[in-house]
């Protein structure tokens, strides 16, 4: 249900069609929360379909027309409503971390190539978040400065802190992930030394 | 499709019925990937169906029998396949830190009830971990000592130490969790004590 309330707190910012809405999305919430667009035009029709966002329709050229969504005062009621839901966590599924467990099974190299592709997918994850940590800082998002141009000046602080306080959390753990694929990766080179010293030993 | 290789990877310790299997998931696969024990029967069928696991009846008492599974030839290479394959990272898809990007929506109280949840999670989290690296570290789960029991000794300090570097690392990003919902505990005291000193300044 995540997604419809992120399509409804983007319309606070103000009203958008489908094609704004799926271009502001790749820019702010997929940061956070992916979706493909092809699942963001069936949410919009059913968020229109319970009154929580209404369309209007202009003319687009002379054949066809574009629907500019808006929120609904309901809208917005059910937002607060979703923000003030204490959610249960979701239970613990981390594919890449089980199959750290069990890389004794294949080889060294292995193990090297999955820590290696760790390391570098969290470093671009750390880098992107830390550049939209820095945009928000500098209120530098279309979305951001429109947010803030239509809410009371006292509200500014809380709008963006919040914002950035969830960036910087997700960039800490980016760099979590990066120390451990590093950690990782100096573990491999360790366990196969000693596996060549045994080795030799041996001969 | 992790369930099936988890259960796999548990019958390289020794053959299990699907209740044994269901109890040594709990205290070790299930840190790191959540699975329910009605998913676990049906996927132990499908797995003999595929040849990758053979199962035996014995009675059990006068009337019923059970069935222990072992693993084959087949589950051994392909428990290998997938160590070796290289998944693509999953989408980034995290509710906590969505909704925490909108909780100007909601009140104070909500904001610090949020981050209080998030805390205590975390924390719960972090010391279940923290206890299962101290048990592997240790050699203490029934599961590791019947590993080790029939592997030959130069390969136990890999499996030992990949498992370690995993909980390692799932403590240290719960530990960052902890911080996070910290520092967004002292942000809700910063935000709330600004907005109380400009209504007592505006009265």
């Known amino acids: 249900m995540s997604l419809r309330h992120a399509l ?6 103000r009203p958008m069609t489908g094609y704004d809405l799926a271009k502001q999305f790749d820019v702010s919430v997929a940061y956070v929360w992916h979706a493909p667009h092809s699942q ?4 919009l029709r059913k968020l229109e379909a319970s009154g929580l966002v209404s369309a209007e329709s202009t003319p687009r050229g002379s054949q066809a027309t574009k629907r500019t969504y808006s929120i609904t005062e309901e809208g917005r009621a059910e937002l607060r ?3 003030e839901e204490v959610a249960p966590p979701l239970p613990e ?3 890449a971390h089980l199959k750290a467990t069990y890389y004794e099974f294949g080889s060294f190299a292995n193990a090297r190539r999955q ?3 760790h390391l570098a997918y969290h470093q671009r994850q750390q880098l992107k978040w830390q550049i939209h940590v820095a945009q ?3 209120h530098d998002t279309d979305l951001l400065r429109r947010r803030l ?6 509200t500014h602080d809380a709008i ?3 914002k950035v306080h969830v960036y910087r959390g997700l960039v800490e753990r980016a760099r979590v992930e990066v120390e451990w694929a590093r950690e990782g990766l100096a573990l491999v080179d360790r366990l196969e030394a000693a596996e060549t010293a045994r080795r030799s030993a041996g001969d």
């Open 8 to 13: 409804l707190a983007l319309l606070t910012a």
């Open 40 to 43: 963001i035009y069936p949410e």
């Open 81 to 83: 409503r979703w923000v």
């Open 93 to 95: 599924r981390d594919a």
């Open 115 to 117: 820590f290696e592709g």
């Open 136 to 138: 928000l800082e500098k």
């Open 149 to 154: 141009a239509i809410e009371p000046e006292h």
């Open 160 to 162: 963006v802190a919040y």
